[in-house]
């Protein structure tokens, strides 16, 4: 199993900056990419952006230009860097690990989420 463990949220006024960490521990093996998603209340859970094991990156478009996804392979952890925050980036941030293993030509993937951190975008 995969454990993650998220830090970082919290309460920032519009146009600041926090910085999200999510730890990995337990069965860190073949994991392809690791990404943060975001669920604001009422609404479903979004992709935010996505880093896989070679270092490429994906991006909502409504983040783009003001958040950076990174990871650490060694301490098996994701950062998301959000500056210029906004009101409405205001959600649940949840991390993701994609396990990703190729049995005798066969893909299986298994998901791993974290707990989740609150992320108010506040004056």
């Known amino acids: 199993q995969v454990q993650l463990v998220e830090s970082g949220g919290g309460l920032v006024q519009p146009g600041g900056s926090l910085r999200l960490s999510c730890a990995g521990s337990g069965s860190i093996f073949s994991i392809y990419s690791m990404d943060w998603y975001r669920q604001a209340p009422g609404k479903q859970r979004d992709l935010v952006a996505s880093?896989?094991?070679?270092?490429?990156?994906n991006y909502a478009d409504s983040v783009k230009g003001r958040f950076t996804i990174s990871r650490d392979n060694a301490k098996n952890t994701v950062y998301l860097q959000m500056n210029s925050l906004k009101p409405e980036d205001t959600a649940v941030y949840y991390c993701?690990?994609?396990?990703?293993?190729?049995?005798?030509?066969?893909?299986?993937?298994?998901?791993?989420w974290g707990q989740g951190t609150q992320v108010t975008v506040s004056s």
């Open positions: 993701h690990f994609l396990r990703r293993t190729d049995v005798h030509g066969t893909v299986f993937d298994y998901d791993y």
């Open positions: 880093i896989t094991k070679s270092g490429r990156t």
